[in-house]
DNA sequence: ATAAACCCTGTAGCAACTAAAGAGTCAAGC
DNA sequence: GCTTGACTCTTTAGTTGCTACAGGGTTTAT
């Protein structure tokens, strides 16, 4: 099939398929006369496995790791029970640092419940304030509050 | 003050302040003679609301925005209140989806107890697997699972 | 024959920085 | 006066995992 039917069958841009191609995560296809790409049954499923991994977050880099292991059957797998635990943790400590993060949003959120003129507002008040030194960058690998949704807006970065 | 002595202060770094500047968070200040930035007591406020705003999880635009009430004092902060509400409602919902992707990830963990052979990994078998359709990603602004950390590695992105 | 629908490569953009190159400025010590 | 070092400047590129072009070529249908 050619990257279409592909992308198609998995549920996956092609765009992102050429991606992780440059990325290493699928090998380089033969092609067509024209120099179309073509896949089959085992690109399919390699591809399947790749998303089914990223829909649990894992990083490429994780995922480069699992697939290490699918190349390599006869290997011990102890590994990747090490990688999950680990990614596991991450996850679980990306919950308690937002957990506390939505503490301290709902306690500044407390600080003005009617609207007024913006200099009596006691939440502007409050992140004037200073301190509030350690932020939430843990140690682990899951991101922050914003995630990864289509509200682009075109940075402001303006160099001349 | 300088740039340097601004950095200490508010205990961030060189580089980062001077992005807000491109970025439209902090205004050009006036230059000594030699051509370096100098800083006062405002500035060194108007860091900090914007740092303690970043250790909440907010977006450069959200702060643009309640920077932009701070600036107007006499506007009624009606919306600050709304921008905050929805920053919480994003952190709310990004907690849910990290939950449910922790439930999976500890199931998928289940499925291979001690090392064995990659072959018969339960793990590797079930990632394997076709479906798993919906992945995590909602409509907020709560990132995945992989946070801020220094775990940079460089990509093969090996395009020649 | 030609238009539409697909495919190709290469490059730039997104968020919020971080890092490094290459150059200039300033104060202190000899 | 001159050097050393610490600081600063601008500009550019890298990070992650895509997405979206531009500017072409190929295939398929009419």
């Given at each position: 099939?050619?990257?279409?039917?592909?992308?198609?069958?998995?549920?996956?841009?092609?765009?992102?398929?050429?991606?992780?191609?440059?990325?290493?995560?699928?090998?380089?296809?033969?092609?067509?006369?024209?120099?179309?790409?073509?896949?089959?049954?085992?690109?399919?499923?390699?591809?399947?496995?790749?998303?089914?991994?990223?829909?649990l977050d894992m990083t490429l880099d994780e995922i480069r790791v699992l697939l290490r292991f699918k190349d390599a059957?006869?290997?011990?797998?102890?590994?990747?029970?090490?990688?999950?635990?680990?990614?596991?943790?991450?996850?679980?400590?990306?919950?308690?640092?937002?957990?506390?993060?939505?503490?301290?949003?709902?306690?500044?959120?407390?600080?003005?419940?009617?609207?007024?003129?913006?200099?009596?507002?006691?939440?502007?008040?409050?992140?004037?304030?200073?301190?509030?030194?350690?932020?939430?960058?843990?140690?682990?690998h899951v991101h922050g509050a914003h995630g990864r949704s289509v509200e682009r807006k075109a940075i402001k970065d303006?160099?001349?």
């Open positions: 099939m050619k990257i279409g039917e592909l992308a198609k069958a998995t549920g996956t841009q092609v765009e992102t398929i050429r991606y992780y191609e440059r990325a290493g995560l699928l090998s380089e296809t033969t092609r067509t006369e024209g120099n179309y790409r073509i896949y089959g049954e085992t690109h399919a499923e390699r591809l399947s496995f790749i998303r089914h991994c990223r829909s059957p006869t290997e011990n797998c102890g590994d990747v029970n090490a990688l999950l635990d680990e990614h596991i943790g991450h996850v679980a400590a990306r919950i308690r640092e937002l957990r506390t993060l939505e503490r301290q949003l709902k306690g500044l959120r407390d600080l003005c419940q009617e609207a007024q003129d913006a200099a009596h507002c006691g939440i502007l008040n409050e992140l004037a304030r200073q301190g509030s030194e350690g932020g939430s960058s843990a140690a682990g303006k160099r001349k």
